[in-house]
């Protein structure tokens, strides 16, 4: 199975920086790798799909980027409204694979 | 507008059945796979099984493989989870997922709000 190693677990940042959230896959997942972003209490929501496609109505503020096994997903300047779980997701192979998850908060 | 509505959790004894459905609308069920996922509760995401969209190729992850059967019924907008031998470490919230293209059953684009199953004695 691919393991998907996603760093950091938990991050503070303040509104209007910039923030990365890694995600390494054990092997090679070209560019199969999904963002999504979870609030408290609701369904995960997809974000970035296919490493760098942004999903419809996201705000442009995210975007991801990166191929094989090392992905990034990057929030330009942090908004309120980013609070939440961030997780990765490799489809390339069976079985689907998720991260362990990022809580991002407002410092 | 997609809406996908899932049922039939509960709280069950160890080593019981239960039934999940999600029922699908706003969108042409026949044309997508499908999938389910799940969360236990204050844990992460764990992808569980995926159906084709003429049930011609199913997936499960190994830790429900030969427990829970996953199926749909097309005329019925309907999909399905059986599971069975149902372990407390099958707590969780079960939610059903679109993919966004037709072609595959990833990326999961839409999402129903999920089912809570709770096995306890």
């Known amino acids: 199975d691919i393991q998907m190693t996603q760093s950091p677990s938990f991050l503070s940042a303040s509104v209007g920086d910039r923030v990365t959230i890694n995600c390494k896959a054990s092997?090679?997942?070209?560019?199969?790798l999904n963002w999504y972003q979870q609030k408290l209490g609701e369904a995960p929501k997809l974000l970035i799909y296919n490493a760098n496609s942004l999903q419809t109505g996201i705000p442009s503020r995210f975007s991801g980027s990166g191929s094989g096994t090392d992905f990034t997903l990057t929030i330009s300047s942090l908004q309120p409204e980013d609070v939440a779980t961030y997780f990765c997701l490799q489809h390339n192979s069976w079985p689907f694979t998720f991260g362990s998850g990022t809580k991002l908060e407002i410092k | 507008e997609v809406q996908l509505v899932e049922s039939g959790g509960g709280l069950v004894q160890p080593g019981r059945s239960l039934k999940l459905s999600c029922l699908a609308s706003g969108f042409t069920f026949s044309n997508y796979g499908m999938n389910w996922i799940r969360q236990a509760p204050g844990k992460g995401l764990e992808w569980v099984a995926s159906?084709?969209?003429?049930?011609?190729?199913?997936y499960y992850a190994d830790t429900v493989k030969g427990r829970f059967t996953i199926s749909r019924d097309n005329a019925k907008n309907t999909l399905y989870l059986q599971m069975t031998s149902l372990r407390s470490e099958d707590t969780a919230l079960y939610y059903c997922a679109r993919p966004k293209f037709l072609t595959t059953v990833a990326p999961f684009a839409y999402w129903g709000q999920g089912t809570l199953v709770t096995v306890s004695s």
């Open positions: 092997q090679n997942i070209n560019r199969y």
């Open positions: 159906i084709s969209s003429s049930s011609s190729y199913i």
